[in-house]
């Protein structure tokens, strides 16, 4: 990458794009916001990432025309073709378990196509189900390729992004005060990413560290350190690229809703990089639990079926995360903490009735022992993020000394 996010370069040339965007109209308009994309593309990944990435994208414009001639076309096949050439391109060091070295490459490494795979999936989907109306090619290129979303999001729906491309809805009141509280947002993100980041990063668990020397103090300390620096780069980029888009008319999603004050592994998941857990609940637990319960295996088992559809839906999250082995860990993680959280919850409320259950956890000592346990389990997750796969390794070995 030649050029980092919230740099000055990429400050300059939001800058510059808006005061072009806000200028134009039609399809003008719609060329210029092409072209700043492309070229922001070119900035981040060179002339060679560049080109795959759009080319990426034009194969999925591509298959989403090609279902909505061919009602026949079943998605599972082209999805799972998409999936795999995303696979490949991303060079996922599980390829390495099943596939020979010479014919896997890194020249297609690239980044921000885990977004653009969710946004195809998204609109191909709407698009079958009849919920997507009018796509077309230079809308939907913009849609995937947007500066503002494609490093780090949020994942804008499709229908949200076009209707306020094209003015059908507003980003935020053609007011003064509206367009002070983006430019203040800006600075919020900045603050975060640049002054508070840092400082979290210096007391956060290093990448390197000798995890069998370290002391309780040093865990505890090093892993809260990471989740705050984790936390206050993504929030303070979302922050910056919500201020950004709404100048120019086009507002990504909100992402963050404090987090740290999530009662349980569920509530975390919709407080914590929300526009990506509303995805992989419309497209991916939802149709796997409603797939299992159609089955004769999981009709009469439904707390079975959402358990499994749990943990498929984290193990996605995981690898989409990341491409190594780490990352797998930190989405099996989390499908047991929410399968855990879900099968207590079913037994609270079969013994206490569910009214009661909403009652209990009302009160505040409820309420304060849910927020800690959360918080820590959360925080113990993020170690996947954080240690390399060698190291990780050798902790699961020191954990069940294999």
Known sequence: MTVSLLSAEFLSFSVLSVLVLTLLYGSVRQAAFLAANIFFLWMILGVEGAVSTTLFCLLGYGLI?????????????????????????RNYDMLHWILPDAILTSAFKTVGLSFILFRIVHVLVDARSGTLHGLQLATFMNYCL???????????????????????????DLTFEAHLDAVLRILLGLVKAHILAPWAESVALRPDANIFELSPAAWVVGLYGFYFFLYLSFSGYCDVVIGIGSLFGVRPPENFNMPF??????????????????????????????????GRSFADRP????????????VVSGLWHGTTFGFLLFGMTHGVFLIVYHVWDHVLVRRLGRKRVSQLRKTWPSRAVGIVL?????????????????????????????
Do not use: C
Request: net charge positive; no cysteine.
């Open 65 to 89: 025309k090609a279902h909505l001639r061919w009602i026949g076309l079943r998605p599972v096949y082209t999805l799972s073709a998409l999936v795999a050439l995303f696979a490949y391109m």
């Open 303 to 314: 707390l079975l079926a959402g358990s499994l559809a749990l943990m498929l839906t984290m």
């Open 261 to 294: 004050l999530a009662q349980n592994i569920s509530d975390f998941w919709l407080r914590q990089h929300r526009s990506l857990t509303l995805w992989l609940s419309d497209y991916v637990f939802s149709p796997t639990y409603k797939a299992m319960l159609s």
């Open 374 to 402: 959360t918080f820590n389990a959360a925080a113990f997750a993020f170690l996947f993020f954080r240690l390399d796969t060698p190291r990780l390794l050798r902790l699961v070995e020191g954990l069940f000394g294999a």
């Open 146 to 172: 947007s500066f503002t979303t494609f490093m780090m999001g949020p994942i804008q729906r499709y229908q949200d992004f076009s209707d306020q491309w094209h003015g059908r809805t507003r980003a935020i």
